[in-house]
């Protein structure tokens, strides 16, 4: 079964304290790994894709690294506005090379960066 | 225009109730999906539509809960005899491509902001 899982669940962080965020995934075939971002009472913000094993993006204060087992989110001196919900997905790659439609989602990394 | 716009952004329903939720998606946007957040957790996928035809619907969570899209643009997701369960923040995202482009942006899910269904 695909499945996402994040990890911690919460981190509370100094400014400028540094620190990343893991997403573990277990999925048949990657098609793409996503991260995006929630403030409360929002919707989910795109930040990345990743498509391969060692490709790295970055914006800003944020880099996404991916591996073949998981993908970093790497925070590099925080701001209090980077405080929100970092969610990782994932989209799944069918046995006949078509993509698989939806993303399946992690539970999500809670971030409060501390003034 | 300019986001995907989702109304409405609280319900509350009695136990029992038919609720309709509507997206708006981005102009031209043709692929659209519906998903369920709980509280403190992830979204979870619902159903899926590729201009007015609905490619999954593995994700809707039973017989009550139904999608259209009739013209490709709008679309409404009914839940019938709503239960307790059914509480949560129902997310409508669009893209304007999907499936096997690795154009960049291609796949990316533009979501609205929600609506919070609460039924009592």
């Known amino acids: 079964e695909d499945q996402v899982t994040q990890s911690p669940e919460a981190l509370r962080l100094q400014e400028g304290e540094s620190s990343s965020l893991n997403c573990s995934y277990t999925v048949s075939g990657l098609r793409g790994l996503f991260w995006y971002r929630q403030d409360p009472g929002k919707g989910p913000e795109f930040l990345f894709t990743l498509y391969s094993a060692g490709e790295e993006k970055e914006k800003e204060r944020l880099k996404a690294t991916l591996t073949k087992k998981e993908s970093f989110l790497h925070i590099t001196a925080p701001k209090p506005e980077d405080s929100a919900t970092y969610l990782c997905a994932v989209q799944a790659l069918l046995f006949y090379g078509g993509s698989q439609g939806n993303l399946i989602f992690g539970k999500g990394t809670k971030l409060s960066v501390k003034p | 225009g300019a986001g995907v716009s989702q109304s409405p952004r609280y319900k509350v329903a009695k136990r029992g109730q038919d609720v309709a939720l509507r997206c708006d998606p981005i102009s031209g946007h043709v692929s659209l999906f519906w998903y369920q957040q709980a509280l403190g957790q992830g979204p979870e996928f619902l159903t899926y539509?590729?201009?007015?035809?609905?490619?999954?619907k593995s994700g809707l969570p039973s017989d009550r809960f139904f999608a259209e899209r009739p013209e490709g643009s709008v679309s409404t997701l009914k839940i019938q005899r709503t239960q307790q369960e059914d509480s949560a923040v129902y997310l409508c995202a669009s893209s304007y491509q999907w499936r096997d482009s690795q154009v960049d942006g291609a796949n990316v899910l533009t979501f609205g902001a929600g609506s919070r269904l609460t039924v009592l």
């Open positions: 539509f590729q201009n007015e035809a609905q490619l999954d």
